[in-house]
């Protein structure tokens, strides 16, 4: 009895859900000897969970001059909580300021204000009650 195709797909498919209509890393272990099988899912790039979380098709062409769209604070851990099994951050404050960072240059702000500034209030504990909260 060889591996069972159809079995992996659904797999694949519920390990994906949260990544509708998203480019996902899979990786497929399969036992030769039993025709067991595992299936690991990396997560999309930090971009297209920023394009996703606010509906665009893409980042800015021109990231200083137009901005594309706004995250809230909620929405950035949130991203960063999705980034952190990929991340060599070691606390959700410093996953937060990795998402900001790739804000910068796709012309997103953050709780309405430039990534960078956003870096710098939460730099200040400005977030951190926040950041508690939504751990």
Same mark, same amino acid.
Do not use: W
């Given at each position: ?33 039993? !025709?067991?099988?595992?299936? %690991?899912? +990396?997560?999309? $790039?930090?971009? =297209?969970?920023? *394009? !996703?979380?606010?509906?665009? %098709?893409? +980042?800015?062409? $021109?990231?200083? =001059?137009?901005? *594309?769209?706004?995250?809230?604070? %909620? ?61």
């Amino acid at each position: 009895m060889g591996v069972n195709i159809l079995q992996i797909v659904n797999k694949i498919n519920e390990l994906t859900k949260a990544y509708a209509g998203m480019k996902v890393p899979v990786k497929i272990l399969v036992n030769v000897e039993d !025709k067991s099988f595992e299936v %690991e899912i +990396g997560t999309p $790039t930090t971009s =297209a969970l920023i *394009v !996703k979380e606010l509906g665009i %098709e893409k +980042g800015s062409a $021109t990231p200083k =001059a137009t901005k *594309v769209g706004n995250l809230s604070p %909620e929405q950035i851990v949130k991203i960063a909580q999705m980034k952190r099994t990929d991340s060599y951050a070691r606390t959700l404050k410093s996953a937060v300021k990795e998402v900001a960072g790739a804000c910068v240059s796709m012309g997103v702000t953050v709780d309405a204000k430039e990534p960078k500034e956003f870096i710098r209030n939460l730099d200040a504990g400005q977030y951190d009650v926040a950041l508690k909260e939504l751990e």
